[in-house]
């Protein structure tokens, strides 16, 4: 089927054990495309579809009775100071934070992990023992915002009214207070905006090990992204990203933090220490995940050198870290021991390396800014990461090993019992040719066009026989992105995120099922890519 500029095709590929597997390829002309952001334009719609979606995973781990408190992150951060005046704001760790966002998740975790909470008749009341007066007033603060401007849901299921009382006694506060950031469904933009083509592209934050940090919520992306030129998010990993060049053309590549400048707000320029800068008086260099006067971590330290993921910075005295997200600097600690978040890096300095005018500056101002390196990145006017690599030059790039160079490290059971948390996404197929699973990928191919492939599948353990398509493995989508045309093309968030619009129809079966086999649950995404 074609629409201007726009070819669809459908197919059925047989497998021999009998299944099948659904998919759809769209070639189209890149001009107009665009990588976006998009958020729910009903807040309490992505609120209660968010505390659902938690009470089912609740469930799924074997709780009987779930009780999930989901609330909404502020959509524009703001300073402490700015909204919660007077307010004490360090963290029993010690690191200072500096975002209202990161002061409420906060709260409200240590709250409900002491029992300090509870819901009488639909109202929020803070418990806290007279001692804990600092605790007390944190509690009013941040209750009174939530509530008064209706952020904060009790989820207990499908038609269960709250009782007059509701306590938390017991509370797991990790996996059951679920803090909520921008995403929406992809299906409420096409309604509104009637584009020929949307598909849901970036990686974002799902499980409840994906947003441990305070400084993190559910439905945020990661991954290097551009738009208008401007590099909105840093490319945390080392991954594939498909981008654009100011003169039109498209091509894939692999990106990581050593690719970038970061800017402080005192005019303190970082460069990686492999990488070739200007020799200025105001640049530093900083060493990537290895200890260093200036070190920038990821969640990717220790891979390298011990082939685990410690999860924090090393401890010693006198260092200061900062904790980044994106662009905002959101907290920062004296003498290491920092946990470094899904989404974001720590900048750690050795003592007496960031002066005390430099803090102050970052304290008044917590904003980094970020600049491409080499200067054939320089012209990247747009561009989305997720990973891993399909193709480069015509040629498969996937390999046994392609999705640990890329970074990719999910959960592990421990001797103990206990989870050794991954890096982001934490639940992921990790093989590139046995897993099939609903998948969505990015290409571009000889002549400039652009190509995404969509391949339905539904959640294991609720596929039905003969009903529901099977997926894809890594390399059987690589081959279909080649059939379509693709020279180079990279992997997007697949699975239960798997969307594809064609004139405003959903054209594959929706990969979620929320262990209810037949029926399909279209989810919340943070960001896609629009065809007008």
């Avoid at 726009?6 to 890149?30: C, H, L, M, N």
């Avoid at 999860?311 to 010693?316: D, F, K, S």
């Avoid at 959960?411 to 990790?430: A, K, L, N, Q, Y």
């Avoid at 037949?518 to 960001?527: K, L, N, Q, T």
Wanted: charged share 25%; aromatic share 8%; net charge neutral.
């Amino acid at each position: 089927m074609r629409s201007p500029g726009v070819e669809k095709t459908q197919e059925r590929i047989g497998w021999g054990d009998g299944t099948f597997s659904d998919y759809t390829a769209v070639r189209f002309s890149p001009a107009g495309f665009r990588f976006l952001d998009i958020d729910q334009q009903e807040p309490q719609v992505k609120l209660k579809d968010a505390g659902y979606l938690r009470w089912v995973k609740a469930l799924g781990r074997g709780a009987t009775a779930p009780r999930i408190v989901a609330f909404l992150r502020l959509e524009r951060d703001r300073a402490v100071g700015e909204l919660f005046p007077g307010l004490q704001s360090h963290t029993e760790a010690g690191e200072e934070l500096l975002s209202a966002n990161s002061l409420i998740t906060h709260t409200l975790r240590t709250l409900l992990a002491c029992g300090w909470l509870r819901c009488d008749g639909g109202r929020w009341q803070p418990i806290v023992p007279a001692r804990e007066s600092a605790w007390r007033q944190r509690g009013q603060a941040v209750l009174s915002l939530l509530e008064g401007e209706k952020r904060l849901h009790l989820e207990l299921g499908p038609g269960v009214r709250p009782p007059d009382r509701v306590t938390f006694d017991g509370f797991d506060a990790l996996k059951d207070l679920i803090p909520v950031g921008r995403l929406g469904f992809p299906r409420e933009l096409v309604w509104r905006e009637r584009p020929r083509l949307l598909f849901n592209t970036a990686f974002f934050l799902l499980e409840h090990h994906d947003f441990f940090s305070f400084h993190s919520a559910l439905g945020e992306p990661y991954g290097l992204f551009v738009e208008e030129g401007i590099i909105r998010r840093p490319p945390l990993y080392r991954r594939a990203a498909l981008c654009q060049r100011g003169d039109g053309s498209w091509q894939a590549a692999l990106f990581s933090m050593a690719d970038l400048e970061i800017t402080l707000p005192d005019g303190t320029r970082l460069i990686c220490a492999e990488e070739q800068g200007s020799g200025e008086a105001r640049e530093r260099r900083f060493s990537l995940n290895a200890p260093a006067e200036v070190t920038l971590y990821t969640r990717a330290y220790g891979l390298a050198s011990q082939g685990r993921v410690p999860g924090c910075t090393p401890a010693e005295p006198g260092r200061v870290e900062l904790t980044v997200i994106e662009r905002r600097v959101v907290g920062w600690k004296a003498d290491g021991g920092l946990d470094i978040p899904q989404n974001g890096f720590v900048l750690s300095f050795a003592p007496g390396v960031l002066k005390a005018e430099s803090l102050a500056a970052l304290r008044a101002r917590p904003r980094v800014s970020y600049r491409f390196l080499r200067p054939e990145h320089q012209g990247i006017v747009q561009a989305l990461q997720a990973g891993p690599l399909l193709l480069q030059g015509g040629r498969s790039a996937l390999t046994p090993t392609r999705l640990a160079e890329e970074e990719f490290w999910v959960d592990r059971p421990g001797d103990d019992g206990s989870v050794h948390i991954g890096i982001v996404p934490t639940e992921f197929p990790d093989d590139v040719d046995r897993t099939r699973a609903a998948r969505i990928g990015l290409g571009v191919d000889g002549e400039g066009q652009l190509a995404v492939v969509a391949v339905a599948g539904a959640e294991k353990g609720a596929r039905l026989a003969g009903v529901d398509s099977q997926g894809a493995t890594l390399a059987e989508l690589t081959a279909l992105l080649a059939e379509a045309g693709a020279l180079e093309a990279i992997n997007l968030d697949g699975g239960g995120s798997t969307q594809l619009f064609f004139l405003g129809g959903l054209t594959i079966a929706a990969g979620g099922r929320l262990g209810l086999p037949g029926v399909h649950y279209e989810r919340m995404v943070p960001s896609v890519g629009l065809l007008p």
